[in-house]
């Protein structure tokens, strides 16, 4: 099995110079590819300068993040595909760590782990939650969607994420209309009916927290949109015999009102709070709902609501 390390940049040198050394001192071998949408700074001198360390690819004009992610995924020749955007950095023993996973679940199509949250000095903020139980744990594909619906099933950011390559190309790859907002959860969303998912709950990869992110320009009511957008791609995907189970889309979407409503009200962002906050979602299944996944990111570690979090074992 050969996995290839994605790096997507972007005018940010310095950062890049980190990530590409966090993938190339891996503990086991693998492929680097650095995919440049068009960089003006000096990205193209420095990774030319690696030689053959890493595999460089260059957009000829700018094309946007989405377009950048589809292009490395196209130089590359792993089996796997690790992501990784230009402003995060892997564990040493990333790759080591997933192969491992892989090895005993070879249906898995998609993997993923706990990542810590750093700011630009490198200090740990937060950690993403466990997920399930266990150090390493499998979903079975017709589970997936269901437990993405219930966010009790949070694949997360590029820097926790890996895919078999085979699986992304037949998704057709990232969706350049979504360009940074989501565009990685729409992968997600559609690689997971290729197979099954794999979560390690190890802190595998860092991932900045920083005013220069590429999801800071977007405004809550677009995060808002695109967050509907995503929940009714899941939830046309939700497996057959889950579906009795599962709630109305509508109280769905109220909820994601809510939710959004109320993070504008902590960012005292009251404009926005005005145009998203409806009374359909101050509904009490709304707040059932909110409750219910506040509780369910907090628990993560046993959450029993998907119907199999299997163990592996090595």
Same mark, same amino acid.
């Given at each position: 099995?050969?996995?290839?390390?994605?790096?997507?940049?972007?005018?940010?040198?310095?950062?890049?110079?980190?990530?590409?050394?966090?993938?190339?001192?891996?503990?086991?071998?693998?492929?680097?590819?650095?995919?440049?949408?068009?960089?003006?700074?000096?990205?193209?001198?420095?990774?030319?300068?690696?030689?053959?360390?890493?595999?460089?690819?260059?957009?000829?004009?700018?094309?946007?993040?989405?377009?950048?992610?589809?292009?490395?995924?196209?130089?590359?020749?792993?089996?796997?595909?690790?992501?990784?955007?230009?402003?995060?950095?892997?564990?040493?023993?990333?790759?080591?760590?997933?192969?491992?996973?892989?090895?005993?679940?070879?249906?898995?199509?998609?993997?993923?782990?706990?990542?810590?949250?750093?700011?630009?000095?490198?200090?740990?903020?937060?950690?993403?939650?466990?997920?399930?139980?266990?150090?390493?744990?499998?979903?079975?594909?017709?589970?997936?969607?269901?437990?993405?619906?219930?966010?009790?099933?949070?694949?997360?950011?590029?820097?926790?994420?890996?895919?078999?390559?085979?699986?992304?190309?037949?998704?057709?790859?990232?969706?350049?209309?979504?360009?940074?907002?989501?565009?990685?959860?729409?992968?997600?969303?559609?690689?997971?009916?290729?197979?099954?998912?794999?979560?390690?709950?190890?802190?595998?990869?860092?991932?900045?927290?920083?005013?220069?992110?590429?999801?800071?320009?977007?405004? =809550? #009511? %677009? !995060?808002?949109?695109? *967050?509907?957008?995503?929940?009714? &791609?899941?939830?046309?995907?939700?497996?057959?015999?889950?579906?009795?189970?599962?709630?109305?889309?509508?109280?769905?979407?109220?909820?994601?009102?809510?939710?959004?409503?109320?993070?504008?009200?902590?960012?005292?962002?009251?404009?926005?709070?005005?145009?998203?906050?409806?009374?359909?979602?101050?509904?009490?299944?709304?707040?059932?709902?909110?409750?219910?996944?506040? =509780? #369910? %990111? !907090?628990?993560?570690? *046993?959450?029993?609501?998907?119907? &199999?979090?299997?163990?592996?074992?090595?």
């Amino acid at each position: 099995m050969k996995f290839s390390v994605v790096i997507t940049t972007y005018n940010r040198l310095d950062l890049l110079k980190r990530a590409i050394d966090s993938a190339c001192n891996q503990t086991i071998e693998c492929e680097v590819v650095v995919a440049d949408d068009c960089s003006s700074d000096d990205t193209q001198s420095y990774v030319q300068s690696l030689g053959d360390k890493v595999v460089y690819h260059r957009n000829e004009v700018n094309l946007g993040h989405a377009a950048t992610v589809n292009a490395g995924v196209a130089k590359a020749t792993g089996d796997w595909i690790k992501f990784l955007d230009d402003d995060d950095y892997l564990a040493a023993n990333c790759i080591e760590e997933i192969t491992s996973a892989i090895a005993l679940r070879p249906d898995a199509v998609i993997c993923s782990c706990v990542a810590a949250q750093v700011d630009a000095n490198e200090v740990e903020l937060s950690r993403t939650p466990q997920v399930g139980p266990g150090l390493a744990f499998y979903i079975p594909q017709a589970d997936i969607h269901y437990g993405m619906l219930l966010e009790v099933v949070p694949f997360g950011t590029p820097a926790q994420v890996a895919c078999r390559r085979d699986a992304f190309l037949q998704t057709g790859g990232w969706d350049s209309t979504l360009d940074a907002n989501c565009d990685d959860i729409d992968s997600w969303i559609k690689i997971a009916q290729f197979g099954d998912a794999i979560f390690l709950n190890q802190c595998l990869a860092y991932r900045t927290i920083w005013p220069g992110a590429y999801n800071q320009k977007f405004s =809550l #009511s %677009r !995060r808002l949109a695109t *967050n509907i957008l995503m929940k009714e &791609k899941i939830y046309a995907l939700v497996n057959e015999e889950h579906r009795v189970k599962i709630p109305r889309f509508q109280d769905i979407k109220n909820y994601l009102k809510l939710h959004w409503s109320i993070v504008a009200l902590k960012q005292k962002n009251i404009k926005s709070f005005l145009s998203m906050i409806e009374p359909s979602a101050l509904s009490p299944q709304s707040w059932k709902f909110l409750v219910s996944a506040a =509780l #369910s %990111r !907090r628990t993560q570690g *046993n959450n029993s609501q998907v119907r &199999k979090f299997v163990l592996i074992e090595s």
